[in-house]
Every structure is written in structure tokens, then in C-alpha cells.
């Protein structure tokens, strides 16, 4: 779960442009994730990329929602895209998928 003292994310690092901190410290971090995930996601997005990240690190649908500055039913949109991408029958093995990825 990210919070406002996490090294990884907070609601202003993610809303607008600043999207880009969160994604450099997140690459610091596990550099190999983003590659790994355009492997296994054909046509990924930058916004797709960056739900993966969160995704990854545990973030429910709500945090995310507060966190990209959207509304939840474009958080779902997103988590559906990437898992018909990825091939995935359940949007709930996306989780377990990317933070196997994580973890590599």
C-alpha cells in the first residue's frame, strides 16, 4: 500500500504531469519491470504501464482511482485492457501476474 511517507508514490506525484517522478523512482527501484511487462503486454500504454506499476505494488482499485486522479470506472477500463493484452481470464490474476514480474 502506497502512503504519504512511501519512497514510492503519493496522490501529487501521480495526478498530471508529475506521473514521471513516480515512474523514474519506481524504475530505480525494479528496472527491469517495465521491459518485462512490454514484452508480455503488446501495444501497452504509458497509463497502462503506470497502473502495472501500482498494481504490482499491491494498490486496490480505490488507491488508484485517488492516485491517477480518475474515476473508477477508468481504473477498470484500464485493468481490462492490459489483461485482454496479457490474455488473462481474470482480472484478479493480473495482481498475482505482475507482481511475479515484480519479483523476478
Same mark, same amino acid.
Given at each position: ?11 501529487? !506525484? ?10 523514474? $523512482?519506481? $524504475? ?20 497502462? #504501464?503506470?497502473?502495472? !506499476? ?9 488507491? $488508484? ?11 477498470? !477500463? ?10 488473462? #481470464? ?12 515484480? #519479483? #523476478?
Amino acid at each position: 500500500m502506497i502512503s504519504e511517507d512511501s519512497p514510492y508514490a503519493s496522490k501529487d !506525484m501521480l495526478c498530471g504531469a508529475r506521473g514521471t517522478v513516480f515512474r523514474e $523512482i519506481f $524504475i530505480f527501484h525494479y528496472p527491469d519491470f517495465i521491459g518485462k511487462v512490454q514484452e508480455l503486454v503488446p501495444g501497452v500504454t504509458k497509463d497502462e #504501464e503506470l497502473l502495472c !506499476m501500482l498494481v504490482s505494488l499491491g494498490q486496490s482499485v480505490e488507491e $488508484i482511482e485517488n492516485l491517477f486522479c480518475l474515476p473508477a470506472e477508468q481504473v477498470y !477500463m484500464f485493468r481490462k485492457s492490459v489483461c485482454w493484452k496479457m490474455r488473462l #481470464e481474470e482480472v484478479k490474476l493480473l495482481g498475482d501476474k505482475l507482481r511475479e514480474i515484480l #519479483e #523476478e
